[in-house]
């Protein structure tokens, strides 16, 4: 087990990147939860105000920036929370197309709805 | 060890009394980690109602939001997300290298903070409930 | 020390001035006396207090009570897992070595564990002592509270009793290359030297005495049985870290220590740095290493 330690993989930027949209994640977050509770509650969201928003090019840009690192984030960390736990071999195999599928369907979806806030026709 | 003899308590979190407070900060950032990417799922499921029209996305919040069940939860996400950023700074610090003797403190200091956001917060959470 | 109570110094009696002093002395005299009369009190307090301890231990029967795992699969007595009670007598400066030493010595020769220098530098009897790892000829019975548990260290397989197989905490060891691999000079007599400030900054991470407290204390190391773990990324460190060796050597060290189940791994719990009994600062070397191989990375791209 020992001996077989490949020099091919230098998987440093996954830990880079989850770094760096921590960073990131860490502004966007709070700022998200309190423009959405505190400023405007969230029992009086309506389409009508989310739409006002997301027409904000400089919004809806960081809407979908959150969307995107926050879904490279959580689904980064949950396989990096299953390779902590020792899975290898098919499992590791199955969990990373799981995990990247699950991530792509995410984001496509959050992508249609923001548009779909926006009042973008496409 | 691949077979390794099983030692019942002696193991893990069997063991949780004894963790020090590197270690529940691993488990607490773990926990909410899991949380919240659970919840960025159903969020966006959620939304996606924004794509039917704007009537039954107004009805589907409003719908939730008048349940007291979702609120304490939103509560609970609260939580869960200041605990996840405030570890998650603590975290980035460790990672530069920064303040790593105090990597104690500043896990009870988020701890803390946490509680305190938290409490501060419910009212804003529950205003408006049953009211309308 | 010597904890025979000792006659006051005749110059502490003696000094030139006497006690009740006339105002015409400057006042940082009168502060010295002053001074030398605290500390004076102070010691006739420490001796009091020793006496008084020793006397306490007189009396009392003084045995620590040892809660010590036994398991044994060759003996049918044994091959379920159980804890036997230990009563040793307690003399000052015993250590949770000691106690184990007299408990085989005294009441049960069969009671099996590791030791072999008895200063923290063989690394040998590394053990889960009330729910911690420690390094058990260092570790005081008079810092921890009774019963004292003593188990195995674990995560690794018990051979038997406190016994461990450390043989995967060494193939990791080995893994990382843990020697030194400076290109010879031409008159292999040269000596290679060392600036001090390079020696400053490996000098921590030389002190590892492979006990594998760490490894069995880290957490991911318990479920990712290939993760390096954190002795054998700080003995990279040690190498990684010295000038001395050529620029392609530390590359190649950097690939071993970048892959998948090598720093990334690391959650920064703490739990290793806690437990070294050495005090190494493991997780702050494994931090530095990982913003070493970003660092390289990026240079590479």
């Known amino acids: 087990m020992a001996r077989h330690y490949s020099s091919f993989d230098r998987r440093g930027w996954r830990w880079l990147l989850q770094r760096v949209t921590a960073a990131f994640l860490v502004v966007v977050l709070a700022f998200h939860f309190f423009l959405l509770h505190f400023v405007h509650h969230a029992a009086d969201i309506t389409f009508a105000g989310t739409r006002f928003r997301m027409s904000n090019l400089g919004y809806f840009a960081t809407m979908w920036l959150f969307l995107v690192t926050a879904t490279f984030h959580g689904v980064n960390g949950v396989y990096n929370a299953l390779v902590n736990q020792g899975i290898a071999g098919t499992q590791k195999r199955v969990a990373q197309v799981v995990l990247v599928a699950a991530g792509a369907l995410l984001v496509v979806q959050g992508t249609r709805v923001a548009v779909a806030m926006a009042g973008i026709s496409i | 060890m691949s077979q390794r003899y099983d030692r019942g308590s002696v193991e893990d979190f069997g063991r949780w009394t004894e963790f020090s407070a590197g270690m529940w900060a691993w488990v607490f950032h773990k926990f909410t980690g899991w949380v919240l990417v659970g919840y960025l799922f159903a969020h966006i499921a959620v939304l996606s109602t924004a794509i039917e029209g704007a009537a039954t996305y107004n009805a589907t919040l409003q719908g939730l939001e008048s349940l007291l069940v979702v609120r304490v939860m939103e509560v609970g996400l609260l939580a869960v997300a200041v605990f996840h950023i405030l570890n998650g700074m603590r975290l980035l610090l460790v990672d530069l290298g920064v303040g790593l003797e105090a990597q104690d403190k500043s896990f009870y200091a988020s701890l803390v903070l946490t509680g305190a956001i938290t409490v501060a917060s419910v009212p804003t959470f529950l205003a408006g409930l049953g009211g309308g | ?301």
């Open chain 3, 1 to 301: 020390m010597s904890t025979e109570p000792q006659q006051p110094e005749p110059e502490t009696e003696s000094e030139p001035e006497p006690e009740p002093e006339p105002e015409s002395r400057e006042p940082g005299h009168a502060r010295r006396t002053a001074e030398t009369e605290k500390a004076r009190r102070a010691d006739e307090r420490e001796r009091a207090r020793t006496g008084e301890q020793r006397r306490h231990a007189a009396e009392a029967e003084d045995t620590y009570h040892l809660k010590v795992f036994r398991y044994d699969p060759d003996v049918e007595a044994k091959a379920e897992p159980h804890f036997d009670d230990f009563h040793v007598p307690y003399e000052e400066g015993m250590t949770v070595l000691d106690a184990l030493i007299h408990a085989r010595d005294e009441y049960d020769s069969s009671l099996t564990f590791r030791h072999s220098c008895r200063q923290a530098i063989c690394g040998s009897d590394a053990m889960f002592v009330n729910g911690q790892q420690r390094l058990c000829c260092k570790t005081q019975l008079s810092a921890l509270e009774e019963p004292v548990r003593v188990e195995p260290l674990p995560h690794q397989q018990v051979i038997k009793d406190l016994v461990v197989d450390m043989e995967h905490f060494y193939e990791q060891m080995e893994a990382v290359e843990p020697y030194f691999q400076g290109e010879t000079p031409e008159d292999p007599t040269t000596e290679q030297r060392q600036s001090r400030e390079n020696r400053e900054t490996v000098k921590m991470s030389t002190r590892c005495i492979w006990c594998g407290a760490c490894m069995s204390s880290c957490n991911v190391a318990a479920g990712d049985n290939e993760y390096l773990g954190p002795a054998a990324i700080n003995k990279a460190y040690r190498f990684a870290m010295d000038d001395r060796e050529e620029e392609a050597v530390k590359e190649h060290r950097m690939d071993v220590l970048a892959q998948e189940h090598g720093v990334w791994r690391c959650q920064t719990q703490f739990s290793c740095t806690e437990v070294c009994p050495k005090d190494i600062p493991l997780t702050e070397h494994i931090q530095e290493l990982k913003r070493e191989a970003v660092k390289s990375n990026l240079k590479f791209w």
